[in-house]
């Protein structure tokens, strides 16, 4: 990029024009979090009566309170951490080593198996045979269904697969002379190799798994094994609806909308943590996942 | 016998053959190089030794022992890669001791032999740093360190000095002959460059398009090439090679009668291709000495010596003359003088060697 | 052993070892690949290929008791009550309005974001910027309804509150059916532009800077540069993220849309999935909700391979 004082004058105002359109979009990406932060510490009174914009008014943990002294919030959050951790490992076991093997050219029937798995990228049997299968399966209401039923996915393989096939054909055959079998080479050479992919991955894995709610909706029916995300929306649903709780509760210093507020926080600061540390991962991770047989 | 020996080697991928059938008898202790144009097939060959490709059709032995279906692991060779294939998350101390870990190689005994190795190499100094973190030579050299702690039976080379500069080049393939001296190891060295190939080969193999043109020590091909590839391929620049036909006393080429010190017997009206080295002619005539009238082109020094390029008829020809310090005295060369004994011939049809009146 | 024999055709081949042999050893050498293929292959053929098995049932009178298998055939009955069925007919064509918006106002988003950020001088100013917009990609669908239901509340909502201080009555945003799909269009940009221009300024970023140089020294400015430069350079890029989308016309995310919509708003929001959804899940009818399942899949499967059909000739690179 060239020094700003070789820049001509239209260039300049062309610059600051783009500089403040940015700046506005970020806002507006922004200010919702904002918002509804400012929401979750404000008082039910305030917060109902539409008083909020950008920062608490009567401020008040109130919300907070209410939701932490609630068992299902840490049962639901920690189950969260079950689904996401154990999705995770999960979803590796499955996508390292196949991936490695469709990757491998001496693979009879290569060919076969990459479309055999990138086929369901183009065609899926829709919900419903999801569910009965399912069913079948006996894996309704099980915390070991969720874990299993979405470990894999074939973009995941295919990206992993791309990223293996571009290592150079030598390093495999330099660690095969010195004597390692295919486990060796893969856990030795190529895991170690594939550190941005592999991290990418499992970026996307953790992101799905913390966010998953239709099916873990559809598929769980105990309270006990519901993740945060399925507590959040029946705490949503029921607390806009129940006109009772609008009355007893506002008295009490929060309402349905901070309470909301506050949850919708609870369950994203985790996200936030996580968020800088993987943002230079997924930027090449995306390109990775790119367009190839 | 012990050593390596390939007997009728073929590779073929699908109905394409690459390789068509080679034999060759590498002896123990003996430096071979397979040098030829890109998709010669030396390549394929090494890696056929390796175990990296399946052999097609044919018989490969080392130490008399068959290995076509032998795992390269237990083959007992190591391979020198062209990219080094050094593992870029590991140091080097690490990357030599990768397969002794894999062969479960007690852990004082791996270190000894990475050290004695590092020795040997110069690389004592280096053996915590990361390969991104080494010149282009010292990673040459890991590379040669991760195949020798092994005490292989067999070490192979493919292509392992092409990633480097000239400089470091000329100073690394010095390097390797003295550890072959050292070390003894029988060795099968894949090129393309001749200059490496004439330098380091005990023996040499030329091939071309998946054949083997010529086998011999790097001064019988020189000298005697037994084709017009060979001719071409070895030596810079190459062989002049010019269309002629035999009379009784000599090759006639366009203007000009070569003398030949053989004698053309019955084969007097024959196509050939008469071979000229550069290197061979002088600017004065002498004992038994053709002149070849050219129309000189452009001088190139080199310092020590210069080369002449010239037309003669329809042929693009190279002469290489001393300069003795000046130039000045060349431009005005009009011939150059050809010596009997050293011209060679060549059949135009098959590009074999012809020997007269031997 | 000199002979040339360059123009030699080749012998006919004797193999050194019999193909059952060939076999055996690449099987005996070879076999931990397989190995570590298999459970993938296991997933695929139980969670992904199994319901495809399962999707007969569209062409059955499928019983819970009965089983897949043992349910009798009906034909393409099911089918024929779809498309007579209004509500059905109704989510077909909101599947295709919402996804038009989308692509109308959804696909621009990120190529204009793009070549914003690629204009920004300060390194600092644009990696604060690209952080920032990247983040509600990472939200879960469940929280971006919750920010819209809290913000577009009538009573408690940020933006009614601005509408009354601007003099205006309240609207009932989320009730209204006129209202939905601005504001799921709407999200979806918010939610998604940022995330989406990193393809692009991948694409901006291998644009050869020698361009750049050669116009500058011809006079061009930024501006200029943008049109005769830049655009025209990821314009590949940009035709096959357009193909993609133009495939993917079916894939609504119904997640947000089953979270957002409620009866009163069914009229512009339901579509294909959430009727599917609550035909066959929550009623219970799922032969039915097969059949408009396999309907959307089929008109989606057309689409993606037409999509890379046309991409493979536009960009000599399929897209997989």
């Not at chain 1, 190799?193 to 239709?214: D, E, H, M, Q, Y």
């Not at chain 2, 008469?274 to 080199?302: C, F, Y």
């Not at chain 2, 310092?303 to 005005?332: M, P, Q, W, Y």
Request: overall charge neutral; hydrophobic content about 50%.
């Amino acid at each position: 990029m060239m020094k700003w004082n070789l820049y001509s004058r239209g260039d300049k105002f062309f610059a600051i024009v783009v500089s403040i359109l940015i700046g506005m979009f970020t806002v507006a990406t922004l200010y919702p979090f904002i918002y509804i932060a400012a929401v979750s510490f404000s008082s039910g009174f305030a917060a109902q009566a539409g008083k909020v914009v950008i920062t608490p008014i009567d401020a008040t943990m109130e919300a907070y309170g209410f939701i932490l002294k609630d068992p299902q919030f840490w049962i639901s959050y920690r189950n969260t951490f079950i689904y996401t951790i154990g999705g995770t490992i999960m979803s590796m076991l499955f996508i390292i080593p196949g991936a490695y093997a469709l990757s491998r050219p001496q693979l009879k029937g290569r060919r076969f198996f990459n479309l055999f798995i990138a086929f369901t990228m183009w065609f899926n049997a829709g919900l419903i045979p999801f569910f009965l299968n399912m069913r079948d399966l006996n894996l309704l209401d099980s915390m070991f269904g969720i874990i299993l039923a979405f470990a894999v996915n074939a973009f995941n393989i295919i990206l992993l697969r791309n990223f293996f096939e571009a290592i150079p054909q030598s390093f495999e055959e330099a660690a095969r002379m010195d004597g390692a079998n295919d486990f060796q080479v893969l856990w030795k050479v190529f895991v170690p190799l594939s550190k941005p992919a592999i991290a990418t991955i499992t970026l996307f894995c953790i992101v799905s798994r913390w966010n998953g709610f239709f099916w873990a909706m559809v598929l769980l029916q105990s309270e006990e094994k519901i993740p945060l995300q399925v507590f959040l929306r029946h705490t949503i649903a029921t607390l806009s609806d129940d006109d009772e709780f609008a009355i007893v509760q506002t008295a009490a210093g929060f309402s349905a909308e901070t309470v909301t507020a506050a949850i919708i926080v609870c369950s994203i600061v985790p996200v936030l943590i996580v968020y800088p540390f993987i943002q230079k991962y997924f930027e090449k991770g995306i390109l990775l996942g790119g367009v190839k047989e | 016998m012990s050593g390596v020996n390939l007997s009728g080697i073929v590779k073929a991928y699908g109905a394409v053959q690459v390789v068509h059938g080679i034999d060759l008898e590498v002896a123990e202790k003996e430096f071979v190089v397979l040098v030829g144009p890109s998709g010669c097939g030396k390549s394929t060959t090494l890696r056929m030794v390796a175990g990296l490709e399946e052999i097609t059709a044919g018989e490969l032995t080392i130490d008399d022992r068959r290995m076509n279906r032998v795992a390269p692991k237990d083959r007992d060779v190591a391979m020198v890669f062209q990219n080094y294939a050094l593992y870029p998350h590991l140091n080097v101390a690490d990357n030599m001791a990768f397969g002794l870990r894999i062969r479960k190689m007690p852990k004082d005994e791996i270190k000894t032999t990475i050290d004695d190795v590092a020795e040997i190499l110069g690389l004592t100094p280096y053996l915590d740093r990361r390969p991104a973190d080494l010149s282009g030579g010292q990673r040459q050299r890991v590379a040669m360190g991760r195949a020798i702690v092994r005490h292989p039976k067999v070490f192979l080379f493919d292509e392992p000095l092409s990633n480097l500069d000239a400089k470091l080049r000329t100073q690394m393939r010095a390097e390797i002959k003295r550890l072959h001296n050292r070390l003894g190891v029988t060795s099968i060295y894949v090129t393309h460059d001749q200059v490496e190939a004439m330098t380091l080969a005990d023996r040499i193999v030329v091939m071309n398009d998946g054949n083997i043109e010529q086998v011999g020590t790097p001064m019988e091909l020189f000298n005697d090439p037994a084709n017009v590839f060979v001719a071409g391929f070895l030596g810079s620049p190459p062989m002049n090679q010019i269309k002629g036909v035999l009379t009784a006393t000599g090759a006639q080429i366009e203007g000009t009668e070569i003398k030949l010190s053989g004698a053309v017997n019955d084969n007097v009206g024959r196509d050939v291709i008469v071979g000229i080295r550069p290197e061979h002619v002088t600017l004065e005539a002498g004992e038994d000495t053709t002149a070849l009238p050219i129309a000189l082109d452009l001088v190139e020094p080199l310092g020590s010596e210069a080369l002449l390029h010239a037309r003669s008829g329809d042929d693009n020809l190279v002469f290489k003359a001393d300069t003795n310090g000046d130039i000045a005295h060349l431009s005005g060369v009009k011939e150059v003088h050809v010596p009997s004994h050293l011209v060679k011939l060549f059949d135009a049809e098959t590009g074999r060697a012809l020997n007269l009146g031997a | 052993m000199a002979d040339n024999q360059t123009s030699t055709p080749d012998k006919p081949i004797t193999y050194s070892d019999g193909r059952a042999t060939r076999l055996f050893d690449h099987f005996k050498r070879e076999w931990q690949i397989y190995l570590m293929l298999l459970p993938t292959i296991v997933w695929f053929l139980v969670f992904l290929y199994k319901p495809m098995y399962g999707l007969q049932i569209a062409f059955k009178d499928y019983s819970i008791f009965r089983g897949v298998a043992g349910s009798p055939w009906v034909g393409w009955e099911h089918f024929q009550t779809l498309f007579t069925n209004d509500q059905f007919l109704r989510a077909v064509s909101n599947t295709i309005k919402i996804s038009a918006l989308n692509l109308l106002f959804g696909f621009p988003a990120p190529i204009i974001l793009a070549l914003l950020f690629n204009e920004v001088l300060n390194a600092t100013y644009k990696r604060t910027a690209q952080t920032i917009v990247y983040l509600p990609h990472f939200i879960s669908s469940v929280i971006i309804a919750g920010i819209v239901i809290t913000a577009f509340s009538p009573t408690a909502g940020i933006v009614n509150t601005f509408i009354s201080w601007l003099g205006f009555d309240p609207v009932y945003f989320l009730t209204q059916p006129q209202w939905f799909r601005p504001i799921f269009v709407g999200t979806g940009i918010w939610q998604e532009a940022g995330f989406g221009s990193i393809v692009f300024l991948a694409a901006i970023a291998g644009v050869n800077p020698s361009l750049y140089e050669s116009a500058v020294v011809d006079g061009a400015n930024r501006w200029q540069m943008m049109w005769k430069i830049t655009i025209p350079s990821i314009l590949p890029t940009i035709l096959i993220m357009l193909i993609i989308r133009i495939g993917n016309v079916m894939e609504v995310s119904f997640e947000l849309v089953i979270l957002l919509y409620q009866p009163s708003t069914y009229e512009t929001a339901d579509v294909v999935n959430t009727w599917v959804y609550r035909q066959g899940l929550q009623s219970g009818q799922y032969d039915l909700a097969a059949a408009a399942g396999l309907f959307n899949a089929v008109v989606a499967f057309v689409l993606v391979m037409t999509a890379n059909t046309i991409s493979r000739r536009y960009s000599r690179t399929s897209l997989w």
